[in-house]
Every structure is written in C-alpha cells, then in structure tokens.
Nanobody, 127 residues
Framework: QVQLVGSGGGVVQAGDSLRLSCAAS????????VGWFRQAPGKERDFVAT????????NYADSVKGRFTISRDDSENTMFLQMNNLKPEDTAIYYC????????????????????WGQGIQVTVSS
C-alpha cells in the first residue's frame, strides 16, 4: 500500500510558477508509474502528465506541454510537477497518482489506471 501526500499549491497570478510535490510512504516509488491529474469545478478529472518507472518516458496533456514538467526523485520517494507560465485555465485541484508496474517502463494516462491517489492540492491562477 502506498500513501501519497501532496503539497505546494496556492494562489498565484498568471505567468507565475508553482512546484507541486507529492511524497510517498509505505512503499518505495521505484517500481511505480507516477502521474498528475487535475479537476476544475464542474469538470471531470483530466490527465496532466505521466512519468514511467526510472523516468524513461514522459507524456503531457497538450494544454500543458512546454509549460509543465513532471519529475521524480526515487531516493526521496517524491514526485514533482513544475508549473511555469501559469494561466487562469490551469486553476483546479491537482492530484498526484501512482500505480505499480513491473518492467518494462510504461506510462499511464487515464485516471482509472492508477490505484493510489494523493489528497488533492488547490491551485488558483488569477488573471
């Protein structure tokens, strides 16, 4: 069982940056695919980014490509989402997620594929 605790959200202005963190406990993240999702009010939970085991593969939603970067530090059992040039449409609750998978490295881009979730981090971007 993996427990995920996210942090780093807040209220920022358009063009600012934020770095979200998600610390894992209970298991090491080495053999886990990690991802970030977000949910705006009245909308479904949408894919943001995914990172394979070992950090070999990444993928991003088109809306965040070039602005967001997903990363992981398995020695610290933590994953990150660096968000630059934030826009008002990035306002949402952000969720970190993880799912166990043996080799080879793979990515997961749908919420249903992830077994473990953080508690949600509010990010608000004002114009």
């Amino acid at each position: 069982q993996v427990q995920l605790v996210g942090s780093g959200g807040g209220v920022v202005q358009a063009g600012d940056s934020l770095r979200l963190s998600c610390a894992a406990s209970g298991r090491t993240l080495t053999d886990y695919i990690v991802g970030w999702f977000r949910q705006a009010p009245g909308k479904e939970r949408d894919f943001v980014a995914t990172l394979s085991q070992g950090g070999y593969y990444t993928n991003y939603a088109d809306s965040v490509k070039g602005r967001f970067t997903i990363s992981r530090d398995d020695s610290e059992n933590t994953m990150f989402l660096q968000m630059n040039n934030l826009k008002p449409e990035d306002t949402a609750i952000y969720y970190c997620a993880a799912d166990y998978s043996q080799i080879p490295p793979v990515m997961r881009q749908t919420a249903a594929e992830y077994a473990y979730w953080g508690q949600g981090i509010q990010v608000t971007v004002s114009s």
